[in-house]
């Protein structure tokens, strides 16, 4: 479902804020039976060159939904967390109870409010759930960022007759899922009773060359890709057990990669 849609539902109500505004939390969520809370800078990049600016959205932020949850009688939080929390541990599949090894702020901040998260459920009788997303990729990703995600930014620049610019050899490994199946996980755990941390991935490792050769089939563009130095910060591989997730409240993703990309190829193609 999409924003129009939303936007078009008889008790639908678009309230535009911060989560870093605790008043107009506080007067938002009174009478609400959930709070999806999505909102972060989602960028290491960005948290490498400005630490402060994320803890205050992603660390404080995530306490100011979580207090006024509380305050307003809130029963149930579920959350975006990140699988930039396992860092670089070598062990694969990352499992839930792996202790973190955060390389970039970015990551801290959302360890910090996974913590909060629990303590809150353990204090104040709050259930969170804190999902951590892999490799999210979709329609409508912002590709013009200096901070975007990297299947937006391969596609765009694919479409523009441009080579895509990968930041290191390629070989790193990225555990992708479709937007919808992190819909699906989002619905599942609020509908169920369920608490803790919980991997939202597709399972499967990819490569940032393989994901080129894909797409280069796919938009039919043959572009040789660029190759930069590796950002820090930046983990080099990564893979999900998804069991618990599966176990807790019914999470399995629905929607091959292939077909994934394919559906988000043809809405940019549509846009370009």
């Not at 535009?16 to 909102?39: C, K, N, R, V």
């Not at 759930?129 to 901070?147: C, I």
Request: proline share 8%; with cysteine.
């Amino acid at each position: 479902m999409n924003i129009e849609h939303l936007l078009d539902h008889p008790r639908a109500t678009f309230i535009e804020g911060s989560i870093t505004d605790l008043d107009l939390l506080m007067e938002t969520f009174p009478g609400a039976d959930g709070i999806f809370h999505q909102a972060a800078i989602p960028s290491v990049p960005r948290s490498v060159k400005d630490p402060i600016e994320t803890n205050t959205v992603n660390a404080a932020g995530t306490v100011n939904v979580l207090w006024a949850a509380k305050e307003c009688g809130v029963p149930s939080v579920v959350a975006a967390s990140t699988s930039a929390i396992y860092g670089d541990d070598p062990a694969f599949p990352k499992w839930e109870t792996m202790a973190p090894t955060p390389l970039s702020p970015y990551a801290v901040s959302k360890l910090a409010g996974e913590y909060y998260g629990k303590v809150f459920a353990n204090l104040y009788g709050i259930r969170t759930v804190f999902l951590r997303y892999f490799n999210v990729f979709g329609p409508r990703q912002d590709p013009n960022s200096e901070y975007a995600a990297v299947i937006p930014k391969f596609i765009t620049r694919l479409l523009d007759g441009k080579p895509p610019i990968i930041y290191g050899d390629g070989e790193q490994t990225r555990d992708f899922i479709f937007v919808a199946d992190v819909v699906r996980a989002n619905i599942l755990a609020m509908e169920s009773s369920v608490s803790g941390v919980f991997n939202v991935a597709g399972g499967r490792r990819i490569s940032l060359n393989e994901l080129a050769a894909s797409l280069s089939e796919i938009t039919g563009i043959s572009e040789r890709p660029i190759y930069g130095p590796s950002r820090p910060g930046d983990v080099r591989d990564s893979l999900a057990d998804i069991t618990p997730a599966g176990e807790a409240f019914g999470f399995s993703p629905r929607h091959p990669f292939d077909e994934g990309l394919r559906e988000t190829v043809e809405w940019f193609k549509e846009r370009i």
